[in-house]
DNA sequence: CACCCAAAATTGGTCATACCAATTATACGG
DNA sequence: CCGTATAATTGGTATGACCAATTTTGGGTG
């Protein structure tokens, strides 16, 4: 292991060691930790210096340590491995799917509103995706559309259905765009899934969702931005129309 | 206090006893008390056992217990008080923006990609006041926009040009949206803030900016949906124009 | 009786130490 | 030189103790 981080910094020991402003001590350390990745002392994959070390380093006991790398472990920023070390890493997602998955359950979201956040992000998602789609990915596109249409079994259609907003968004080249939706796929209320399987089942309601989805591509394909827009909005509106009246 | 929880469900003991699924103790603990906040059992306000009560009801060490209600704080699920209590608390917005901090500090998220998914949530919150904003609102619009022509110093049209998004975003009554534009606002890198000033201290491009803000406003005045879209794609396009060549 | 205040009990915050469990490094034997 | 058994390292958990803030209790006082 060559990748050790040899040296925390002192001057952000030393504001640990009085405890100086009523933080809790576990909340300094972490605060120290965030500095030093700010300032590009600690890069992800490095390992962390073993606990016992830490615990020295800042005067403290290594159960603050520990509730300090805890609460790091829950943002994502590194992850403890028993019997090696503890390594930053940048794996926000999880986290973020922790918290928004703890705000829907703690606020009692409202699933239309859910839908609207998510109808925000694929909307600009698509825009993207006319400036940025190659070939490629608009012929991958139109397959989709096509097994789509020929398929009879809901829960296949609407696998292709996921498939076909992932790559829409993957084309829009927006990294956080991209990891959002991811999320809000994770997070996405039970609620929300079946009524949508609901509305589905209905042949009439998976017609009207085909043509869109072929306007969707078709728009796509055009580069037409404005064309493009139209069709998202509509895809939208289908389940929200039903969303609403729940 | 009356509010106390008596039964953490016993069967969610029972299978962090065992430490079943090679899981970790703390996250076994989380997952319970998750599962207990879905299924009603525990409600935001509610004070938690005491610590030392919930070690031995897991049958598990204080230590454990601790590291498990530290992750719940930063998750913002729960706040410790001392000498009183561990509060469920619905104050995920905290958590979020730590988590969204990291993600950007970890990611090198490059600024234009932030540019755009705070765009998609504020189009959308637009075409959502379109549809919501009431005549009172509107008004208030109006004065901040006058207000900003008014006025000379550049520190002072920011704030008000603030003011003017956060009462467009509060008029899409979407509170997802909202607080996560609230959150951006927190996360904004530095970056884009300096960007942001130094544009519009160039009195032509202030002047730009001014006209697109009255546009903006009339057109959400009008109710007219692809008006403001067009107004506030303006508006983006021209940040975004010199985020891009940066 | 109602109110206020000091003492006691409760409860989270931190520490030190010990031991377990998984991984990694080392040393030995082929 | 390689592979394997053993030792050392390192995170995971458990105890028990004590500190610090809050809450509760029980008198004492008006």
């Keep these: 292991m060559d990748n050790n ?15 100086d402003t009523s933080k809790k001590t576990y909340e300094a350390i972490i605060d120290s930790i965030k500095t030093d990745i700010m300032n590009g002392k600690i890069k992800p994959g490095q390992k962390l210096p073993p606990e016992r070390e830490l615990a020295k380093k800042f005067n403290v006991s290594r159960t603050s340590i520990r509730e300090a790398l805890r609460t790091l ?3 994502g920023v ?32 409202d699933s239309l ?13 698509a825009m993207l995706a006319v400036q940025n789609i190659d070939d490629e990915k608009i012929k991958k596109l139109e ?10 079994d809901e829960a296949t259609r609407s696998a292709l259905d996921k498939q076909l907003h992932d790559t829409i ?48 591509v078709y728009s796509l394909k055009q580069r037409d931005a404005r064309a493009t827009y139209t069709a998202f909005s509509k895809h939208f509106d289908l389940i929200a129309e039903y969303i609403r009246t729940s």
Excluded: C
């Excluded at 981080?5 to 405890?19: A, C, H, L, R, T």
């Design 113 to 125: 509103e859910f839908f609207q956040f998510r109808e925000a992000l694929e909307l600009k998602a």
């Design 5 to 19: 981080i040899e040296n925390i910094e002192n001057n952000v020991v030393k504001s640990v060691e009085k405890n």
């Design 169 to 216: 968004a993957a084309a829009s080249k927006n990294s956080i765009i991209i990891q959002i939706l991811n999320i809000l796929s994770e997070v996405i209320s039970q609620d929300i899934k079946e009524r949508r399987s609901e509305i589905l089942s209905d042949p009439k309601n998976a017609k009207r969702l085909q043509r869109i989805h072929e306007e969707m």
């Design 143 to 152: 397959e989709l559309v096509a097994k789509m249409g020929e398929s009879e």
């Design 73 to 75: 472990e829950i943002l």
């Design 78 to 109: 590194i992850k403890s491995v028993q019997g090696s070390g503890n390594y930053i890493t940048g794996d926000v997602e999880k986290s973020l799917i922790e918290s928004m998955s703890m705000m829907f359950l703690l606020q009692q979201i």
